[in-house]
């Protein structure tokens, strides 16, 4: 009998710069565009070290404390803490950027490119979760398809208990358009305000994060059904992925920080 191999034990420390490196390039973030103010890429860099991996959709105070709390030095966000542009540095914006000094918090953001990643990403994913096959580009944006669609004929009410488990949130379905469904578009996040560009792309079923009040009404002149399944909560999916992956690549632990907005 061969002996047995010895149990690979996980790293207890690998340096912060390679793994940035490796998740620009993974990520592609030199060519996909952004928003201006998503600064994707380390945000925040520590003293050159990581131990302990987080995730989490936000990097607000709440998210940083929590990681803080839990001896976290990278976390991973998908929208970082620059979104409103330049500020003083006071208030909320000194809180996080004290704590995550305080901590030796590493923090690197991934918006776009996480949201059409084709493994990574959440709409990769959240597709994956609802049990689709073949999919196709979708919604195009600032030069890339950031989601996805496909062609399945489904009843409403069987899609949206589908969407409910795959999200673990309830769902709000605005009924515009058929009873039953013919090409399904997908996009996470806060794209319920662009469903001209959905409708225009030739679905008749638009699957989103949130919505803004006119949407509904917009939807059923367009004879779109819109279903709105929360923004935070179609965005989970990929800071789960990203992080999964790297504790993997590099052997170190990995926790995901909760911090739902109902939203």
Known sequence: MAPAMP??????????APVVRHLETLLNHENVADFSNAFNGLQVENRGAIHKIGAAVDGCE???????????????????????????????????????????????????PLDLHPRLGNNALLFQALGFRKPEPFFLEKGSHIGLKTKLALDRETLAARLEKAVGAPVKLIPGGPAKTARIGIVSGGAGGELFKAAAEGVDTFITGEAPHWAYPAAEELGLNLYVAGHYATETFGVKALAAYVSKRYRLPWEFIDHPTGL
């Not at 149990?7 to 912060?16: A, F, G, H, M, Q």
């Not at 404390?65 to 500020?87: C, M, P, S, T, Y």
Request: glycine share 6%; net charge positive; hydrophobic share 45%.
């Open 62 to 112: 709440a998210t940083l404390a929590e990681a803080a709390r839990r001896g976290i030095d990278f976390l991973l966000v998908h929208h970082g803490l620059l979104w409103q542009g330049a500020q003083k540095i006071e208030g909320p914006v000194y809180r996080k950027l004290k704590l995550a000094f305080d901590a030796d918090l590493a923090v690197f953001s991934s918006h776009l």
């Open 7 to 16: 149990k690979t034990s996980p790293r207890t420390e690998v340096s912060l």
